[in-house]
């Protein structure tokens, strides 16, 4: 499944002070509760512990679990020392009393690649072998478990413990397989509800069944969704469309008609019973989704009119003919109507209902050769086919117009931002030397007057290029644009801001990935959230908790105090400390624990 975007960008000029200074922080909190190896005693009284990769007359360098730090000598009282493989030992053995599994491994394992005949390291391994298998066997992470103790077989072959949980796993994935098999014989027979209980049983059973069923469960989400548009129970179709567009994001293209038709729909009703407010909260809901296409701008212009904004309805009519408006009168705003009422071939009934989904078919044709430009207000579009250049051109301006609008963030790039549609995902790939998973990439410079050098990556047929890679690199623009440099803010919450601006169905696909994993006790902790630089393995959870925590932080004080994260980069108090004040906690673990169950029970 295609994954969000993954940004490169070259940091300003105070990278090596912040980058100390966390590490530093991050060593002197760590002290406390890590008992392994070096110890480096501080004049004031404090301690570091870690391993000593290099001394000179003026300094000391000690790595630590979460980075690498330089002590000048004369802030040394004393140290005490450990040989290297005495060090990482005792790191691993530490990192596992406190049940960080993967980091006792790493170290332990490179403990082994270097002393290979160390007996201690060898059964310290072991050790952290067999507790990790048993804590992924125990929340059903079956394919993890797996490679975890198929490792400790090979370390220790007579490991019946081992032998034991393989044979276990080969029964639960037996059993995983019958339920899938039970979900795909109810999809067979038409028996959606039946199939879709299944596929989610599946789901809760084992961590890796999304692999192998998402799609599967998309498809009947689709066909059930439609059934339900048909029904008019336009709630349950728009639920079950964003659904299946979260777990199959090739969907969102052939049934955006569908979706668009069924949120159309609903707004009809509200505003037929006078329901204004709701209405406003679907129309934004689909204007995220489908912005420029003219049906849903034309009900968005009545839902305007509705509400005495004669400006904004007639900036919507005007949208729907692919023009502008500068000054808006009644009598502009009637022509504008009457005008789009005519291209829709609108009757006497009022909005229509159903709505075309666009033929993307067309944006997969492909000129040869170097890109062409094409150019809008404010940006410039590489590409090699004129009709997708043009609704990128489209698309783009009306999410920069509805992002900019709704953070009140800086968008004035001293350049129009070039957007790079390559033919394919191997020559995106190629060109930008991202991993395949990504949708996209946004890459700039900061520099005293904002961002320069501007550009967004992606491919013609990439399947979330409208619906989410447009606004999630636009986002990253915006906010880094306000910024003083990008580590000014924690990479995850780059992510979580850019995640907030994509449509309704990837919020719902991440909360949703967010409490399966929870189920299984599968998350990266805050504190490690807030200080990784690089992405992890499975960068859905660094980009899911991100999301989340962005989420949560505007559920308690509303989408202007999260931005103040960005608008005010520069004031006293670390990221952790200001994050706290928003969210009006005063430690870390009290503000994870509010925030997990928040995620879990949807409060």
Request: hydrophobic share 40%.
């Amino acid at each position: 499944m295609p994954r969000p975007p993954l940004e490169l960008r070259r940091s300003g000029p105070s990278r090596a002070f912040a980058l100390w200074a966390a590490a530093f922080v991050a060593a002197l909190a760590l002290s406390s509760s890590l008992a392994y190896a070096d110890t480096i005693h501080l004049k004031n009284g404090k301690q570091m512990k870690g391993e000593i990769i290099e001394e000179t007359e003026e300094y000391v360098v000690i790595r630590v679990p979460f980075g690498q730090v330089k002590v000048r000598q004369d802030d040394i009282d004393y140290v005490d020392r450990q040989t290297p493989e005495e060090n990482k030992v005792e790191i691993g053995r530490d990192l596992l009393a406190q049940q960080r599994y993967g980091m006792a491994i790493d170290e332990l394992e490179k403990t082994i690649k270097s002393d290979a005949n160390s007996k201690e390291a060898g059964e310290e391994l072991a050790r952290a072998y067999l507790a990790y298998g048993k804590h992924l066997l125990k929340v059903r992470r079956l394919d993890e478990a797996k490679s975890v103790f198929v490792k400790l077989r090979a370390l220790d072959s007579n490991c019946k413990e081992a032998a034991e949980a393989l044979k276990s796993i080969e029964g639960e994935n037996r059993s995983l397989d019958g339920i899938i098999e039970q979900a795909r014989g109810k999809a067979a027979q038409q028996d959606l509800d039946g199939a879709i209980a299944a596929y989610d049983q599946a789901l809760g059973f084992a961590a890796e069944a999304r692999e192998r069923v998402a799609q599967e469960l998309a498809r009947c989400l689709a066909r059930r969704g439609d059934a339900s548009y048909q029904a008019k129970n336009y709630d349950a179709a728009l639920a079950d469309l964003e659904r299946a567009f979260g777990l199959d994001s090739r969907l969102t293209g052939p049934l955006d008609g569908l979706y668009a038709s069924a949120a159309l729909a609903r707004i009809s009703s509200l505003l037929n019973n006078g329901q204004l407010q709701t209405a406003q909260r679907y129309l934004q809901r689909v204007l995220v989704f489908a912005p420029t296409n003219p049906t849903v701008l034309y009900v968005a212009g009545r839902v305007e009119e509705s509400v005495k904004n004669t400006a904004s309805a007639a900036d919507f009519y005007a949208r729907g003919l692919r023009t502008r408006v500068n000054q808006a009168t009644p009598e502009l705003l009637a022509e504008l109507r009457a005008k789009l009422e005519k291209s829709l071939n609108m009757g006497t009934e009022g909005a229509p209902v159903s709505v075309k989904s666009v033929d993307e078919s067309t944006f997969a044709e492909a000129k040869p050769g170097a890109f062409e430009s094409y150019e809008t207000d404010h940006f410039i579009v590489l590409h090699h086919n004129d009709a997708l250049a043009k609704e990128v051109g489209q698309v783009v301006e009306a999410h920069l117009e509805r992002i900019a609008g709704v953070t009140g963030l800086k968008t004035d790039w001293k350049e129009k931002p070039k957007i790079y549609l390559h033919h394919t995902q191997e020559e995106y790939t190629l060109a930008t030397g991202q991993p395949e998973w990504t949708g996209g990439v946004s890459r700039f410079t900061h520099t005293p007057n904002g961002i320069a050098n501007i550009q967004v990556h992606s491919w013609q047929t990439s399947p979330r290029l409208f619906k989410s890679v447009l606004p999630h690199e636009l986002t990253h623009l915006i906010v880094n644009q306000s910024l003083p440099n990008y580590e000014a803010l924690p990479r995850a919450l780059h992510e979580g801001f850019s995640v907030l601006m994509e449509p309704d169905y990837r919020h719902n696909y991440y909360i949703n990935f967010l409490r399966l994993r929870f189920k299984s006790q599968d998350f990266i902790p805050l504190s490690d959230l807030l200080r990784a630089k690089d992405y992890p393995l499975d960068p859905d959870f660094y980009y899911a908790e991100g999301f989340a925590l962005i989420a949560y932080l505007v559920k308690i004080k509303g989408l202007d105090g999260a931005l103040s994260l960005v608008r005010d980069p520069a004031k006293a108090g670390a990221i952790e400390d200001r994050i706290l004040a928003i969210a009006g906690q005063e430690k870390l673990d009290k503000l994870e624990s509010a925030w997990k169950q928040w995620i879990t029970k949807g409060q």
